[in-house]
């Protein structure tokens, strides 16, 4: 079945560092959505993209999908200890499938 | 508000119990879905109902059982036949339509 992978499974950053998860198909994906996941919390959704070399951003936070549909990438400015926890990758076909997830660590 | 309501957030079973988690919503969602995290894992999906009385076996469907009878509810039973059932479920609901999921604070079972 369709599957998304994501790397990298951890980050350690600096506080102030960047951060970039990636997440990467062998097949043309219709969109990608990124989900948040706070430790010991729920994913919440953050963003959904649908065409072809979409770039969208929220703040700090900047969403890319690729030419080709087939890769994603959610980058981080300058990170914050609020922005501790893992960021998965999914696509949606009527049923949301995950990657493995990013866990991003930011040490103050 | 409206929002997911799983029950409980935690549960301890014996070995050899079913166990039944509650899912509520009251976003008026047409579908629901049932997706269990082990740790360093992603979600992997169970089941999922996009309507009433209706609703598909997921990735790792085995040992697992649900019913869809209201369009609020969509309860998940553990059963004995699940080898490995101690993880963190979560609950997640979705409008027709709408792009993304909203998700329960999840229950996290432990079977000893």
């Known amino acids: 079945g369709q599957q998304v992978m994501q790397i990298p499974q951890y980050q350690h950053v600096q506080e102030g560092e960047d951060f970039t998860t990636y997440c990467n198909s062998s097949?043309?994906?219709?969109?990608i959505q990124w989900y948040k996941q706070r430790p010991g919390g729920h994913p919440v959704f953050l963003i959904q993209?649908?065409?072809?070399?979409e770039v969208k951003k929220q703040k700090r936070l900047t969403f890319q999908f690729g030419e080709a549909k087939k890769n994603s990438s959610l980058h981080i400015t300058a990170t914050q200890t609020t922005d501790v926890g893992t960021y998965f990758c999914?696509?949606?076909?009527?049923?949301?499938?995950f990657g493995q997830g990013t866990t991003l660590q930011v040490k103050p | 508000d409206g929002g997911i309501t799983q029950s409980p957030k935690y549960l301890f079973r014996k070995e050899g119990q079913n166990v039944t988690l509650s899912c509520e919503q009251n976003l008026n969602h047409d579908a629901m879905y049932w997706y269990r995290q082990d740790p360093g894992q992603g979600l992997r999906l169970i089941y999922y109902?996009?309507?009433?009385?209706?609703?598909q076996k997921g990735d790792i469907a085995e040992g697992y059982s649900v019913s869809r009878e209201k369009k609020e509810s969509f309860p998940l039973t553990v059963t004995s036949a699940q080898k490995n059932p101690t993880a963190f479920y979560l609950c997640a609901s979705s409008h027709q339509g709408a792009w993304g999921y909203t998700f329960g604070s999840g229950t996290r079972l432990t079977v000893v």
């Open positions: 993209l649908v065409k072809s070399g």
């Open positions: 109902s996009q309507i009433v009385n209706d609703f």
């Open positions: 999914a696509n949606n076909t009527g049923k949301l499938i």
């Open positions: 097949t043309t994906l219709s969109n």
